[in-house]
C-alpha cells in the first residue's frame, strides 16, 4: 500500500513587490495540511518514517506537484502554482488573472 502525503504552500502579491511568504492574519499559514490548518513557516524537513514504512522520494524530500489539478482549474505545469482572488474562494486556477492576489502548490 502506498500513501501519499501533501503539504500546501501559499503566498500572497504585493503590489509593486511581486509574491511572498507574508500572509494576512486570517490567511492561511505559508505551508499547511490541505485543511490550512496545522502550519508552519517553513516547508517541513522530513521526519523518519514509521516503522515499517519508506519514503518513496530520496530522503523524504517534498517536491512541487505539477500535475495537481487544483479542483479542476489546473495549475502552472512548470512549478504548481495555482491562483485565486482570495484564499476561501475555493476557485483555484491557471493562468493568474490579474485580479488574482493568491496563489498556492501543493508538494507531495
Not at 503566498?11 to 507574508?22: D, E, I, M, Y
Not at 508552519?40 to 522530513?46: D, F, G, M, N, Q
Request: hydrophobic residues 35%; glycine residues 14%; aromatic residues 12%.
Amino acid at each position: 500500500m502506498e500513501v501519499t502525503e501533501f503539504i500546501f504552500e501559499n503566498q500572497r502579491k504585493a503590489p509593486f513587490k511581486g509574491w511572498h511568504g507574508k500572509l494576512r492574519p486570517r490567511d492561511p499559514p505559508p505551508f499547511c495540511q490541505t485543511d490550512g490548518l496545522n502550519g508552519s513557516v517553513a516547508l517541513p524537513k522530513a521526519a523518519p518514517p514509521p516503522l515499517g514504512w519508506v519514503w518513496t522520494t530520496p530522503g523524504g524530500a517534498w517536491s512541487a506537484d505539477v500535475e495537481w489539478n487544483a479542483g479542476g482549474g489546473g495549475c502552472d505545469p512548470e512549478a504548481g502554482w495555482a491562483y485565486a482572488g482570495e484564499f476561501g474562494e475555493g476557485v483555484w486556477h491557471f493562468p493568474p488573472a490579474d485580479r488574482d492576489a493568491v496563489r498556492r502548490r501543493r508538494h507531495r
